[in-house]
């Protein structure tokens, strides 16, 4: 089953090989664009057009390879990758984009870059499986964009940061050819240039941009939906809402590949179980006290932990309730078609 049509959506032998195991003749590929509530736009080998939702069991995203049947979506294809976070009180998890390779956080330089988000947006992309690149916009603004650049790759340690100044169109060919042949998705708060960015990525106004409030550069939300376009070069790229808030919806050890310098430092600390707090031999707290270590990314790992591991306690009990309600079903539907055969 090849679909030529769709290779410029992302589909490749790894796909055709998934849809392989569960299409039939009546059905077809299609990959999700939009979102719209009881519906989604999906792009499939003849034709882009909106689809009902099935019976899938599960919510769709932006990014998702599904099985679509007459003008119903009936199956989703196993993600490779999940972009998510955790929403209101953190008992839920919000899907904010599927099957991507890098994660774009994009930060202006037009306000301070605050170190925690992106720590957190790098975070939930290291649990989605996708790489995470900083791109820093609005570079034509500040005096020094290197300097700010170094001050970020210190606060993410062994994460790409590039510089941009979008509509002077510097640093944009370099990420073009960057996100080529891959799903590139864009996050970050309002107003840090992601609409902008879109259409210079696309050579096309296909995402509203706004201006930002000269007070504190804060921005509207010029985008209010996530969608997944196709780059001129060859890619996808998927465009988000601003983000407030960056819930983590993942695992302690998720944050720990994101803290990588400080659990090297915690595994040297002279007992297991240390909290590096006033403990004897703590290596972490030594490395605070020579400079080494700077004592916001420590508070910020420690924090982060915290919050992982109460998300996984609410996410397994959310789990259960939702087994016990889905046995449940099965028992009321089990129980309809007894009485029926009587």
């Known amino acids: 089953m090849t679909f030529p049509e769709l290779i410029p959506y992302g589909w490749t032998p790894h796909w055709e090989h998934a849809y392989a195991a569960v299409g039939t003749a009546s059905t077809a590929p299609g990959r999700v664009l939009r979102h719209d509530g009881v519906a989604v736009v999906v792009a499939r080998p ?50 904010l984009a599927a099957n991507v390779d890098l994660v774009a956080v994009v930060a202006g330089l037009d306000r301070p870059v605050k170190a925690g988000r992106l720590e957190r947006f790098v975070a939930i992309a290291t649990d989605a499986g996708a790489e995470p690149l900083v791109v820093l916009t609005k570079a034509d603004l500040v005096d020094d964009p290197g300097a700010a650049a170094a001050e970020v790759r210190a606060a993410v340690p062994g994460v790409e940061v590039v510089t941009l100044a979008t509509k002077a169109g510097r640093g944009v060919p370099e990420l073009v050819e960057r996100a080529r042949d891959t799903t590139v998705v864009l996050v970050g708060e309002s107003g840090a240039g992601k609409s902008t960015l879109v259409n210079a990525l696309i050579g096309d106004e296909v995402a509203a941009t706004g201006d930002v409030r000269a007070t504190d550069a804060k921005g509207r939300h010029t985008t209010t939906s996530r969608n997944l376009h196709l780059l001129p070069h060859g890619g996808v790229l998927i465009d ?23 659990e090297e430092l915690a595994e040297r600390c ?14 972490v707290r030594a490395a605070v006290e020579a400079g080494d270590l700077d004592q916001r990314r420590l508070a910020a790992w420690i924090s982060m932990c915290r919050e992982a591991d109460a998300a996984m306690v609410r996410a397994e009990e959310h789990a259960r309730r939702k087994a016990e309600r889905t046995f449940g079903k099965a028992v009321r539907e089990a129980g309809k078609r007894k009485g029926r055969g009587r």
Request: charged share 25%.
């Open 46 to 95: 003849d034709r882009v057009d909106q689809v009902a939702l099935g019976n899938l069991g599960e919510p769709l995203a932006v990014g998702d390879w599904i099985v679509v049947e007459w003008e119903t979506a009936v199956g989703l294809l196993p993600r490779s990758t999940l972009l998510r976070r955790s929403i209101g009180d953190g008992a839920s998890e919000q899907l």
């Open 270 to 283: 002279r007992f297991r179980d240390c909290a590096h707090g006033n403990e004897p031999g703590c290596a």
């Open 240 to 262: 988000t809402p601003g983000i407030r808030s960056v819930g983590l919806w993942t695992d302690a050890e998720t944050v720990a590949v994101s803290f990588t310098d400080v």
